[in-house]
């Protein structure tokens, strides 16, 4: 245990010789680590996979891998790992290399049980140190380059072309898709495949920001303009000046405050609030909704004049359960975004699960899908997950959406709707045995697929990131 936060230390141990880690096995039990041997890199491999390690202490000489590779392949199921590297013949090559590879020490033969202690101490707090950095980073957002946006099915891959091809230009996108979908990380991608990627990236959340307080949010303020002013401010169109200003919820704004935007956009210069002065500002524009713009310029909540300003060129990103041939990878993608964090390794996530996510109808998109896939890392007790961690996304969403159906047909299901209500009641029943379910309706389980919306596993093994098993 360590002593100062009562967290049990894991710590891997791996050498071909059984002497060697009974030896470190004893030196380090004073420590009262839970300590896990292996003897060949292959077993030392599985148990990365398997768990999670706060440090491991590698022999540089195995048979078969030696330990820069081995410390290599370790890195890359779990890139936070933090490695003491054995080495019998001292040579600072060995060690320069292995210290260039992630390895966090390294220990010449013969050393001391103390030193192995020593070693083991500091690799534990500099695995400490690298998974506090990276929560830093995730919580404060700040790796935009390491945001993908994942998916490879034809819808994605239509706003892949898209944005790669108004990246190339200064032109005015608007984004529209419902809440969730990725609009945000759609426009990212815009302004870092841009020329102006390197300069600044800056975000109004027009529905965050009180009304009275976005006009200087926008444009900034002279000192002195109101009671309070006092310094000169600079607003978020200088801000952005050369880069790229994301107007983000668009689609909440006063009408006033439209007009001062348009014109804004059209004469490329702003004029803060107080002053006389006209700054020239080179921005390019994104904006992003998930109201529909159009119905709001019906409504008159919207300016026709400054919705075309705007509306260049759309953009619109699809909701999930409209590009379900996405889920499996942006499963795979969340399960390898939080294992650090949640210090959880899922390997598999077995058809049934798959199946349900997909038929599921996502009104969070991909939001919510990333937190199911949170929870469901959260409460897994192995590596694999099953139909079990998505139950109740199986149980809340299908009686809403046959309602919603039913209502839509004024009341009278069609044949149908009955019988796909039908399925998805045995599926439940059967707690989504797809075999057990198929069996029970007489029907093929690849039917049984379709039916839900779900694809057979024949149907798209390619795209799969897991291993599925063969239709029967
Ligand atoms: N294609 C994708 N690949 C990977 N992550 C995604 C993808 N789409 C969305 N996400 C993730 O889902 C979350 C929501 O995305 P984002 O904030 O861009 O959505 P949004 O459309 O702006 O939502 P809102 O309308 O609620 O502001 C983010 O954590 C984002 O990283
Ligand atoms: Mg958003």
Redesign the pocket.
Known sequence: MDAANGIERTVLLVDDERDALDAYTQALRRERYRVDTAARPEEALALVRAGAYDAAVVDFKMPGMNGIELLRAMRAIDADISVVMVTGYATIETAVAAMKEGASDYLAKPFTPEELRLGVRKAIQRHELLRENRELRERLGARPAA?????AGAA?SEVRRLIARVAETDSTVLIS??????????AREIHAQSRRAAQPFITVDCAAIPAELLESEFFGHERGAFTGAVRRRKGSFELADGGTLFL??IGNMSLELQARLLRALQEREIQPVGGERKIPVDVRIVA?T?RNLKEAVRAGSFREDFYYRLNVIPLA?PPLRERTD?VPA?VQ?FLAKHAGRLNRRIERVDDEALAILAAYTWPG???EL?SAIERAMTLADGPELGAGAFVHLAEESRPAAAAARRSDAAGMPTLEQIETDYILEVLQATRWNRREASRILGISTVTLWRRIGARAPDDCKEQRPFRSETPS
């Open positions: 945001r993908p946006i994942v998916g994605m898709g419902e809440t969730g979908t990725g609009k945000e990380l759609v983000d919820e992003a998930n990103v996405d942006l993608h998109n991909v939001r990333e």
